[in-house]
């Protein structure tokens, strides 16, 4: 199931007088997307496996509403998995930083082969799959990231699951973003202050939970003074 976002606007308005609509959607838009952003609390399973593509290193991008929700990004990687040959995703790809990679396989970025041996980001930040495979795998890999909805209308909606464990923090970044503007009808540095630091101590608990769930990122990068 899901919830509108306009959902979040009655008790904001209540808390802005005369906030003008454009002004509260387009902060509406501006904080939820931080929000994800930042917490990283909406890990998402593909809905497809993806095909491993001959002759490149490159990992397939997922299409918005078909492998992932519509109005959606990935901000990263999370853990990838390879199906061997059965009907199911069994084998988890190992993540490498870019030194373990040249130490490990000295040609990782010209070997051909015929499983993948490990996963990390190419020069673009963009993830890649190591070695590169001679022929297509089709669906032959199961994804998990970290995503980000993109809202253009307050109609746009979230997972109800996600929407009610978050919706006071995304009110309080809202509200300490608006409140903090100086000079308007709506006005007040001392609840923008106390409001920010709700906000922020928000995002610290959705990271820690979203850790504590899936566990710690896999893809701490540490290569080539990047």
């Known amino acids: 199931m899901t919830v509108a976002i306009e959902t979040l606007l009655p008790e904001l308005r209540v808390k802005l007088p005369g906030i003008p609509v454009p002004i509260l959607n387009a902060t509406l838009y501006r904080v939820l997307r931080q929000f994800f952003w930042n917490s990283e609390a909406w890990k998402y399973t593909y809905d497809n496996g993806l095909d491993w593509t001959?002759?490149?290193?490159?990992?397939?991008?997922?299409?918005?509403?078909?492998?992932?929700?519509?109005?959606?990004?990935?901000?990263?990687?999370?853990?990838?998995?390879?199906?061997?040959?059965?009907?199911?995703?069994?084998?988890?790809?190992?993540?490498?930083?870019?030194?373990?990679?040249?130490?490990?396989?000295?040609?990782?970025?010209?070997?051909?082969?015929?499983?993948?041996?490990?996963?990390?980001?190419?020069?673009?930040?963009?993830?890649?799959?190591?070695?590169?495979?001679?022929?297509?795998?089709?669906t032959a890999l199961l994804i998990r990231a970290v995503i980000a909805p993109v809202f253009t209308a307050i109609s746009d909606t979230l997972p109800d699951f996600l929407y009610y464990e978050y919706e006071e923090t995304m009110k309080a970044g809202i509200l300490a973003q608006l409140m903090a503007?100086?000079?308007?009808?709506?006005?007040?540095?001392?609840?923008?202050?106390?409001?920010?630091?709700?906000?922020?101590?928000?995002?610290?608990?959705?990271?820690?939970?979203?850790?504590?769930?899936?566990g710690q990122p896999k893809d701490t990068m540490a290569y080539g003074g990047i």
């Open 54 to 138: 001959a002759n490149t290193l490159a990992l397939p991008s997922p299409t918005p509403g078909t492998d992932i929700p519509a109005k959606t990004v990935v901000k990263r990687v999370d853990t990838i998995l390879y199906d061997a040959g059965g009907d199911s995703w069994d084998t988890e790809v190992p993540f490498k930083t870019r030194d373990e990679l040249d130490r490990m396989l000295p040609d990782w970025n010209t070997d051909v082969g015929s499983s993948p041996v490990a996963w990390s980001h190419g020069n673009n930040g963009a993830a890649i799959i190591v070695p590169q495979v001679a022929t297509t795998v089709d």
């Open 181 to 214: 503007q100086p000079g308007k009808d709506w006005s007040d540095a001392q609840s923008a202050v106390f409001y920010a630091n709700a906000y922020d101590a928000g995002v610290k608990g959705a990271k820690s939970r979203a850790e504590a769930d899936f």
